[in-house]
């Protein structure tokens, strides 16, 4: 069980809850002022703000979101975040798709996941 975020760029420390061929939900601590830089993914995220706020931009929208906000990002959209405090947010990614194994693996692998499936 994985219960220590790890450092995955510089102010961003993440942790893995949850891994399947159908989804990875992975919890993120950001420090204020990380930068998450512009990316995409292949598959749906859901991001939701437990803590703090995250500047997102989504496409050419931006959104500052509160504890309790939740933002859907569509495959193939581009996004990058900055925190304007710490913050913490949790990210669903489905299905699990190769463009997220990376992180995936740097967090341990699905055997690190918190809550195992079945």
Do not use: W
């Amino acid at each position: 069980m994985q219960d220590k975020y790890i450092e995955v760029m510089p102010g961003v420390h993440s942790r893995l809850l949850y891994c399947s061929d159908e989804a990875v939900v992975i919890e993120t601590l950001l420090e204020k002022g990380a930068v998450v830089p512009k990316h995409s993914h292949t598959s749906l995220q859901v991001s939701f703000c437990q803590r703090g706020l995250l500047e997102l931009k989504i496409g050419g929208k931006t959104v500052v979101m509160r504890p309790g906000d939740l933002q859907v990002i569509p495959p193939g959209v581009e996004h990058e975040a900055r925190a304007l405090e710490e913050t913490v947010v949790v990210d669903v990614n489905a299905p699990f798709t190769e463009d997220r194994k990376g992180l995936v693996e740097k967090l341990g692998g699905c055997q690190a996941a918190q809550v195992k499936k079945g």
